[in-house]
């Protein structure tokens, strides 16, 4: 039998790995796959790396930014990136917003004058995000680049999404900067994620890319446990089943269990759970990412930033991520790595791979993606679902009840789809640690409080 623990973590992604990494000894994990780290791994392909998708880590308060940094060392190295966005009327970098200088002259202009206009306006609030996009960035942004990029990434009417909760990413223009960035060869404007980090470990390295972030994370946990499929959870009994290696064990989770699995699929393993919920979670709208992993042989492209965003939408990607600028090692030097980012909602039956393969490569060829003389040597696909949460105006009050549910249980539901929510790892990072901190708090207090006075 195993050992009863005081906190079960189930996920070991970086949310989870960041609450073991403080409980040390006092925590079990959890991890259904045979190694750690959630979305937050790479693959290697031959002599190329892929991350699953784009991570770029950027830091959002001090603390986690000195635990992790304290962790990892040399080998997390600055990487600030410089991204584009293509578009019918020239191309930018991003955000789109703030360097309206690089579309054709016309198309500037009314980009500004409109924007002039949102802002003399009456606010009014938004009650979808079309209204959103529309009241905070006008028609003609929305008509160039915002508009045609969030139907292909969203792949739903966009007035049919709720006007909150998918711009955590998006700079709201400031008119001043806008116009800077319109008239200006240079600006000073930061984007959210300008001091941003990724790993560059020595030549040679058994491990490169964003999974040395979960690596170094899972090193520091006293009991983390892979291939451990969860198979129910007990809310009255405080009990967890979990099926390693063919047979099943009961594990009491004692005082607290945190769970990063993505909400519906933990509601659905809780006995005891309201049925009608737990229906009303599974039906949870959500994107997933087809990420397709493609080894390229010959030049590298000339200074294509770290990903470009495309607002064709007859183009079948949202999203190129040219990884190579990430690490110059995570390809030889006569190749690069290409990441390929296509979505869809989680509902649509998965396109045929032979299928899918041949369009992105004809897509590819139109977007002039490719330097003369490049060779594909291999693609993979990896398919990330959940990827993006889809909010609409039932979601959040669904999600809300299933949290104040869980936690009378004493279940937290943490991480990026734990929360059903959008955030970056250096968030989900944040509330990992000061759950724990929190945590060790109150249980040490409560033995303090505990022992008798002489």
Known sequence: MPRDAEVVILGAGVTGLAAACALKDRAIVLERDSRPGGLVRTERVGE????????????????????IRSLMGDTLAPCAPRAWCETSAGTTLFPFQMHLGGLDPASRDRCVHDLIDVSKGLARLPTNFEEHLLGTFGQAMCEIFLFPYNRKMWKRPLRNLAPSGFTWNITPPKLDEVLRGAFETKTDFQAYNSAGWYPRPPSGSALRGMELLSASLASQAADLRTGCSVESVDLIQRKVVVRRAGRPERMPYGDALLSTLPLPTLVNMCRGFPLGLQRACDRLPRNRVLSVAMSIQGPRPEKPGHWR?????????????????????LAPPEGWPLLIEITEPAEWPLTEKAALFARIRADLRRAKALPEGSKILDERLMSVDPAYVVFNAQSQKIVEVAHRILSSHGVTSLGRYGRWEYSSMSSCMRDGFTWADAWLHRSDSAEVEAVPLA
Do not use: C, G, I, K
């Open 48 to 67: 190329y790396w892929f991350d699953r998708v784009l991570h770029l880590l950027y830091f959002q308060d001090r603390d986690t930014e000195q635990r």
């Open 309 to 329: 965003y495309y607002a064709d939408e007859s183009l079948l990607f949202t999203r190129l991520v040219f990884l190579h600028e990430f690490d110059p090692e």
